[in-house]
């Protein structure tokens, strides 16, 4: 599988490529009061309040559909007659004194005094008694609008909020930031100081991607294809989670494996990831990437390990080999996208197990990263942090990377299963290195390597990746088809510099 970014190494006499680079109102109005006076209307004339009471209306009586009048109010300056039973002409009783204690020099000679002579009186307190009527119904139909007014506004926002007044919604309380150590938040926040975003920029070219710090000297690694832009006169910006930022130089850099080492300098405080062990890894393990998708730094998202030992290619031109990486990668669902690439892939513990390093998209391309196509489709690759450390200290330690070879010279346009050997070297020499680790083992030109550790090898690129996997100096078993039978052959892997 082709999917991992980079530059790698073209086949030569060596095996391998060579490296490269988002109110209401209330329903209703206010009504103005109805209050008639019954003892306005003959035969009663205009009486005062010690006037027979109107004789009682039949039910009968009432105009179909007719308003029926309010009874009348309580009258403020006399307590209201006692009525007589229905039918009867018999007067009221006169009623008490003025409840008020005002004297009322009419009241006192009311039997002997006609009624036409107190008609003067009558008409005084009926434009007094008519005065407060009014009084009181200005004062109630105020009373009546402003309430209507105020109730209006009170009763629609009641009406909105349920009837219950201000409302003050539940909240949880806050609690201690901290999480557990194991949990994703927990690895995040351990974490999050000592990844890095790298900006980038050189002739022509610019670019993103991520890193996390090696040591409390300023070494960060990366990828090789973050690096690459900057070129040998480029720019390199580092910036921490905290926002401060800095310039790194590259140490060294290698494109078969696809990593790179910079180094910042005048920050102190540094505080290095710790590195963990994938070989312990296995299918199923949760694991957090942390990197800066599209830019966005600091992102965390989490996953589990999907696959081991995924061989993967990525850079260069198919048959060519130079530029090209080749990856024996851990394989992760764990969304990460272009700008994740440099950045950790942590275990349950905090460590890092891989540098996430290439996607494979929806389109079907294979581009370090994603190279600018589609997003993560949950099929992300990482560099094995064994691999990692080991080139890492020889980046740091000479400003290259060496690989192991098993000195053949591989014919990448075979499409039978296996990996054969060329019939000629990549610069017209033998396809086996003389004195090389293939020759010891008796390697020859057409034989088809299909084992390697008695895992099935289907293609150069996957003989690559497996060797790629190891250190000079690591012993291989190789199963070799010849002219059609299979043989077991031992050697001791070779070792050619980086560029």
Do not use: C
Not at 294 to 303: E, K, N, R
Not at 383 to 393: D, H, S, Y
Not at 444 to 465: P, Q
């Amino acid at each position: 599988m082709a999917a991992a970014p980079a530059e790698g190494g073209v086949p030569d006499a060596g095996g391998f490529p060579g490296p490269g680079a988002g109110a209401g109102p209330l329903e209703g109005q206010a009504r103005p009061l109805h209050d008639p006076d019954p003892y306005s209307t003959p035969p009663y004339g205009e009486p005062g309040p010690w006037a027979p009471a109107p004789p009682v209306q039949h039910p009968g009586n009432t105009p179909a559909h007719g308003v029926v009048s309010a009874a009348p109010p309580p009258v403020v300056d006399a307590a209201p007659p006692v009525p007589a039973p229905p039918h009867s002409d018999t007067a009221a009783v006169t009623p008490p004194a003025d409840p008020w204690g005002r004297y009322d020099p009419w009241a006192a000679a009311a039997a002997a005094t006609p009624l036409q002579q107190a008609e003067p009186v009558l008409l005084d307190r009926k434009r007094q008694r008519g005065r407060t009527r009014r009084t009181l119904v200005a004062g109630a139909l105020l009373l009546a609008l402003t309430s209507g007014g105020v109730g209006g506004i009170v009763g629609s926002y009641l009406e909105r909020n349920g009837g219950i007044g201000t409302v003050e919604l539940p909240q949880a309380a806050k609690n201690d930031a901290g999480r557990d150590p194991g949990s994703v938040a927990g690895i995040a926040a351990q974490a999050l100081p000592s990844v890095v975003t790298l900006h980038v920029s050189g002739a022509g070219a610019a670019g993103t991607g991520t890193g996390f710090v090696l040591d409390e000297r300023g070494h960060i690694l990366t990828n090789n294809h973050v690096v690459e832009p900057a070129g040998d006169d480029g720019d390199i910006t580092v910036t921490f989670n905290s926002g401060d930022t800095a310039v790194a130089t590259v140490v060294g850099r290698d494109s078969g494996y696809d990593l790179a080492v910079v180094k910042v300098k005048g920050v102190s405080g540094l505080a290095p990831l710790p590195l963990g062990n994938s070989d312990n890894v296995r299918v199923g393990d949760p694991v957090v990437a942390i990197g800066a998708p599209f830019d966005l730094a600091g992102t965390v998202t989490s996953g589990i390990i999907s696959a081991r030992e995924r061989p993967i290619t990525a850079g260069g031109e198919k048959g060519d080999g130079s530029d090209v990486s080749y990856v024996d990668a851990l394989q992760t669902d764990a969304p990460i996208n272009p700008g994740n690439s440099g950045g950790p892939l942590l275990d349950a513990g905090g460590r890092v197990i891989g540098i996430n390093s290439a996607i494979r998209s929806a389109d079907g391309g294979d581009a370090p990263d994603g190279g600018g196509r589609a997003g993560s489709i949950g099929l992300g690759f990482a560099i094995p942090i064994n691999q990692g450390k080991r080139v890492a200290e020889e980046l740091i330690n000479t400003g290259k990377a060496t690989h192991p070879v098993i000195g053949i010279t591989l014919d990448m346009d075979y499409s039978g299963d296996g990996a054969r050997v060329a019939a000629r070297g990549s610069d017209g020499g033998p396809p086996v290195t003389t004195g090389g680790p293939g020759a010891k083992a008796g390697i020859e030109a057409g034989d088809v390597v299909t084992e390697v550790d008695g895992r099935r090898v289907h293609s150069g690129e996957e003989l690559i990746v497996k060797t790629r996997a190891h250190r000079p100096g690591d012993r291989l078993e190789l199963t070799v088809e010849r002219d059609g039978k299979e043989r077991r052959v031992s050697l001791v892997l070779g070792s050619s510099g980086g560029d």
